[in-house]
């Protein structure tokens, strides 16, 4: 059974660079067909698509965040690393990573972390 783990730090100064590991148990990050994801889901407000990392390793963006976005993984140690620059308080949410499936007649996302919260602020 896949597991995810998010950590990092809960607070961020503004304009620093907010650094996320989503850590993977249970199964490869290079398996076919899984895309490995950021949302988050800021105070009072739905979810937000940030990215993700494909078993190949390629990436994509969400368009409104692509700017300060970077994600990375490490296959050796089987996680995935959120990185969003220049931070400001809109940036403080709940950060979850998701498994979303690709396979013929999958679900979709099919595992989350149970999320982790990062707040921005001085």
């Known amino acids: 059974q896949v597991q995810l783990q998010e950590s990092g730090p809960g607070l961020v100064k503004p304009s620093q660079t907010l650094s996320l590991t989503c850590t993977v148990s249970?199964?490869?990050?290079?398996?076919?067909?899984?895309?490995w994801n950021w949302i988050r889901q800021p105070p009072g407000k739905g979810l937000e698509w940030i990215g993700y990392?494909?078993?190949?390793?390629?990436?994509d963006y969400s368009p409104r965040l692509k700017s300060r976005t970077s994600i990375s993984r490490d296959t050796s140690k089987n996680h995935i690393t959120l990185q969003l620059s220049s931070v400001t308080p809109e940036d403080t949410a709940v950060y979850y990573c998701?498994?979303?499936?690709?396979?013929?007649?999958?679900?979709?996302?099919?595992?989350w972390g149970q999320g982790t919260q990062v707040t921005v602020s001085s």
């Open positions: 249970g199964g490869s990050i290079t398996t076919n067909y899984y895309y």
């Open positions: 998701a498994r979303e499936n690709l396979l013929p007649g999958a679900l979709g996302f099919d595992c």
């Open positions: 990392i494909d078993y190949s390793g390629s990436t």
